[in-house]
């Protein structure tokens, strides 16, 4: 990697020596000398390791073509150009790997009791072999040093590089090396894509930081793989590692007047924001408006399920290009892209990107002084921390807040879903009685708002607080009422209400114990194909059902449940609720 690599002429003068062949007998000639080389393999058996690789052409005249010899080479890049070779992509090793490497670098006696130090080290450290080793030669220089110590050094991103340097190694150095032998255009790309403020990216954002077009960034992209300075985490996504996006942004910093990179963020986070109101769009009600214009066109989705995948794939992206635009002073445009993934958002109930789009869309409603936004935008950060997060006081929180300024704005449909978010947090607070009471008046205003799909939810709400109060008949009738009517005519919304109340109706049999009508209840709750992370719904009705069936008799298909119940449970971080099933598996035996 350095400008002068050693010449392939040089290095056979090395191998030659090593296998034995006296220095004075070695041709001047390069071509004499590679078939003095090849000639030397052919009367053994050899294993030749060529480390770090600088290209084919330094490669290629030290490859045996012997039988019985073979060659190891290791490379920055993929040497394309060399055939009939096995190419082995090393990727980042492990946590425990990288702790592994840490510990045996430092002994025992430095590492006992140290685990948590030695863990966030290893993360600091991005799991790097070469800045491992790096921590792993400080400390061992310094025998009065800690682990938890170098964690306090490295802890700041601004000087993280500057710490990983043990005399002639430094992360820095090396990186600086890779950099240097880029064009012009690629160091400018590896520079910019340390401002995107997702994990990863693709060649269409990449393309709004450059301005190139996205045919020709994803060849910029694919070169930095293979330049190992960016890795492809799947088909079409790219992601720099934590310590060369800290390279890049220090390059950044110090090649690019400030003035530029803050254009360039602010085109970016643009691009993004109209992108993602552009997708949210597939999800509105019909003349939905048209994100604002911008000097690059936007994704134009050409149907729900592209824009979907989208909005999924570029989530951590466009959710951390609200900050930046609310930061530009553009809060206009945060609370549209806000309003206009508001349908979306049930889909994926549990994203915690929710919970940063509606808190900056509130927040955004306050700047441009729009109360019943702000009331509206208030009530979807209630949802988002009840449903999505189980958050269940700051939900309540936030619905009163939003329930004020609805009511000060004499908007009732708003007055109505902050009544219905209160009913839930109350009966997840285990407040039944308040919740069947703030349920009832949120009926009432949808009644009067003539919103059939919210009168619906807070039925259903108002339902589980009866069956909680130890109502359960009424509950009962309720929900079956309700399962007869219409949800209303929002895209998607009546198969996911119809799920939940079916998904009532044999909790109200269970409350009755009504065990094979609450069997048979259960069998028909299915998940929603509209909606995703609805792993904690499934897992719920499971247990139900294996309740049921345990009642009924039915130990074998009950375990079976339960056991699904819990890889679900855990699946999405419910550990209070894991826990509960293991114990019921363990009855169960």
């Known amino acids: 990697m350095s400008d002068s690599p050693l010449p392939a002429a040089e290095a056979l003068v090395l191998l030659l020596v090593a296998l034995g062949h006296p220095p004075d007998r070695i041709p001047v000639d390069p071509v004499a000398r590679e078939a003095v080389y090849r000639a030397t393999l052919a009367t053994r058996r050899a294993l030749v390791v060529l480390d770090d690789a600088a290209d084919e052409t330094q490669t290629r005249p030290l490859l045996p073509d012997a039988e019985g010899s073979f060659v190891l080479v290791t490379s920055r890049r993929p040497l394309a150009g060399l055939e009939g070779v096995r190419r082995i992509r090393l990727g980042g090793l492990s946590g425990g790997e990288s702790a592994t490497l840490l510990k045996r670098i430092l002994g025992a006696p430095r590492t006992d009791g140290q685990s948590e130090a030695i863990t966030r080290l290893t993360e600091l450290c991005g799991h790097l072999p070469l800045a491992l080793r790096i921590v792993g030669n400080r400390l061992s220089s310094r025998p009065s040093w800690t682990p938890a110590r170098l964690v306090s050094q490295l802890a700041d991103e601004e000087s993280r590089l500057s710490g990983l340097v043990a005399g002639d190694l430094a992360v820095r150095g090396a990186l600086a090396l ?39 960034t994803g060849d910029s ?19 720099l590692h934590d310590l060369v996006r800290l390279f890049a942004r220090e390059r950044l910093d110090g090649e690019e007047p400030e003035s530029v990179a803050r254009e360039v963020q602010l085109r970016m986070a643009d691009w993004l924001l109209r992108s ?3 997708a949210g769009r597939m999800f509105e009600a019909p003349g939905a408006p048209e994100p604002w214009a911008g000097a690059i066109a936007p994704f134009a989705p050409r149907s729900a399920a592209e824009a979907e995948e989208w909005l999924t794939t570029e989530r951590s992206n466009w959710a951390g290009a ?5 930061a530009a002073d553009r809060p206009t445009e945060v609370l549209h892209t806000s309003r206009t993934l508001y349908w979306f958002s049930d889909r994926w109930t549990q994203w915690p990107e929710w919970r940063t789009l509606f808190s900056y869309g509130a927040r955004s409603a306050a700047a441009v002084g729009d109360r019943a936004a702000e009331a509206h935008q208030l009530n979807c950060l209630a949802w988002a921390h009840g449903v999505g997060a189980y958050q269940y006081d700051q939900a309540e929180q936030l619905a009163r807040r939003a329930l004020e300024l609805a009511t000060a704005t004499g908007d009732e449909d708003q007055q109505a879903w902050a009544w219905s978010y209160i009913s839930g947090a109350c009966l997840s607070l285990e407040r039944p009685a308040e919740a069947a009471e703030a349920a ?83 069998r028909t709750v299915t998940t929603p194909l509209a909606h995703g992370n609805l792993d904690r719904f499934q897992a719920q009705a499971l247990t139900g059902l294996a309740t049921a069936l345990h009642h009924c008799g039915e130990l074998p298909e009950a375990r079976e449940h339960l056991t699904r119940a819990y890889e679900l449970f855990r699946s999405v971080g419910d550990t209070t609720s894991a826990a509960e099933t293991a114990g019921a598996i363990e009855r169960l035996r």
């Open 440 to 522: 009832a008046t949120a009926t009432r205003l949808f009644e009067v708002a003539g919103d059939t799909a919210g009168k619906a939810v807070s039925q259903r709400v108002l339902g589980k607080a009866l069956r909680e109060s130890g109502r359960a008949e009424e509950a009962l009738a309720l929900h079956r009422a309700l399962l007869d009517t219409s949800a209303g005519d929002v895209p998607g919304l009546n198969e996911y209400i119809q799920a939940l109340l079916r998904h009532e109706i044999a909790n109200d049999l269970l409350a009755l114990e009504r065990w094979p009508e609450a069997v048979a209840a259960y």
């Open 276 to 278: 993602a109101s552009a």
């Open 178 to 216: 890779s950099y240097g032998q880029l064009t012009e255009p690629h160091r400018l790309l590896l520079r910019r894509l340390s401002l995107t403020p997702g994990h990863d990216t693709g060649p269409d954002l990449a393309a709004v930081l450059t301005g190139e077009d996205p045919l020709t």
């Open 221 to 239: 992209l694919d070169l930095l793989v293979d330049r190992g300075l960016l890795e492809e985490t799947a088909p079409g996504r790219y992601a």
């Open 322 to 326: 609200l900050p930046l635009m609310y």
